[in-house]
């Protein structure tokens, strides 16, 4: 029997029909056509299904649909004014922080709320905040450098 679930994805509210043991990373792809959040392990291992809820960091394939009710999600469709990218993403591409494309999604989610918690993080600091997102292509060196050019840049901000 698929429940109907009431949020807020990206600032703007949404509904949706879903099972009860839908994923919410399922129920973004497949449901509502959110396709940025990347499914890699779909057991929580590798980050790349990053999303955030009420401003937490969470793995959207460990996370039922139906726990979205009443929640704001935001995810990385979210990250971007219309054509005017965040910041980080801008930063991702100036330090080719990026290849395959399957992490990235995750990568910048991550990295936008570490730095909403530290504006202002070490290298280490990036490191561990961005443990839980995997990359294969990377060696991760581009995509610390990036994250820390971003966190320099939205402090001028």
Do not use: W
Not at 35 to 63: H, P, Q
Not at 143 to 152: D, F, G, P, R
């Amino acid at each position: 029997m698929k429940r109907h679930i009431t949020t807020t994805i990206n600032g703007n509210p949404v509904e949706f029909l879903c099972e009860i043991e839908q994923t919410m990373l399922d129920v973004l792809r497949d449901e509502l056509h959110l396709t940025g959040t990347k499914e890699g392990c779909g057991s929580g291992d590798c980050g790349a299904c990053s999303i955030t809820v009420n401003g937490r960091l969470v793995c959207a394939c460990l996370m039922l649909g139906v726990e979205a009710q009443g929640q704001s999600v935001d995810t990385i469709e979210g990250m971007a004014n219309g054509e005017h990218l965040h910041v980080l993403q801008q930063k991702f591409l100036e330090h080719a922080a990026l290849q395959c494309g399957i992490c990235t999604p995750g990568m910048l989610v991550a990295a936008k709320s570490l730095l909403e918690s530290n504006p202002d993080p070490t290298e280490e600091q990036v490191r561990f905040g961005l443990a839980g997102n995997l990359c294969r292509c990377t060696g991760y060196n581009k995509i610390v450098e990036a994250v820390l050019a971003a966190a320099v840049e939205l402090r001028r901000a």
